[in-house]
């Protein structure tokens, strides 16, 4: 009996440290911070500040962002995607009023998303994250609320690598499957 139980422990204590290892090749989980020295918006006005955290989940990563927008507005909407393409909604007030967001795993230090509103893209961006995993830069073009064209090169640090979340193996090792 107590084999046994010394036998589940070690199994189970492998298993949270492996998926905690895994967690950190994935240079987006974590939270990170707006580098706005660093950031440029061109049709857009900058954020006051802004931080966004990725936690991972098995097959998919929630992401959250939170902060005051330039006229002292909260910031604050999430998603929670697989990382497929398939649109997925947007909890809070999403950028540029956007409900709904897609976003493409192209490889492991860069992402694709598509924000909508109503159906009709708002935003564009390209997530590169750096291969020392310090820095996460976006590329956004789009239209804000008035028509208007957009550009935006964010900056983001790396405050932390916040895995406490992780509930399964992450997806970034595994195949995507349809």
């Keep these: ?102 976003v493409t795993r192209v490889n492991a230090n860069t992402h694709l998303s598509m924000a909508k509103k109503a159906g009709k893209p708002v935003l564009t961006t390209r997530a590169v994250a750096s291969k020392d995993g310090k820095v996460t830069t976006n590329t956004a073009t789009g239209m804000n609320q008035q028509g208007q064209p957009v550009s935006i090169r964010s900056v983001w640090d790396k405050q932390s690598n916040d895995t406490a979340h992780l509930v399964d193996p992450p997806h970034w090792k595994q195949p995507n499957t349809p």
Excluded: C
């Design 1 to 102: 009996m107590k084999r046994i139980l010394a036998l589940t422990t070690v199994v189970i204590m492998s298993l949270a440290t492996s998926g905690v290892l895994l967690a950190q090749d994935n240079p987006f989980v974590g939270t990170w911070k707006l580098n706005l020295a660093k950031s440029k918006y061109n049709g857009a006005q900058a954020p006051k500040n802004e931080t966004r955290t990725v936690v991972a989940h098995g097959n998919s990563d929630t992401v959250t962002y939170e902060g005051i927008a330039a006229d002292g507005s909260s910031i604050s909407y999430s998603f929670t995607t697989n990382l497929d393409g398939k649109d997925v909604p947007i909890s809070g007030s999403g950028p540029f009023g956007a409900d709904t967001i897609s």
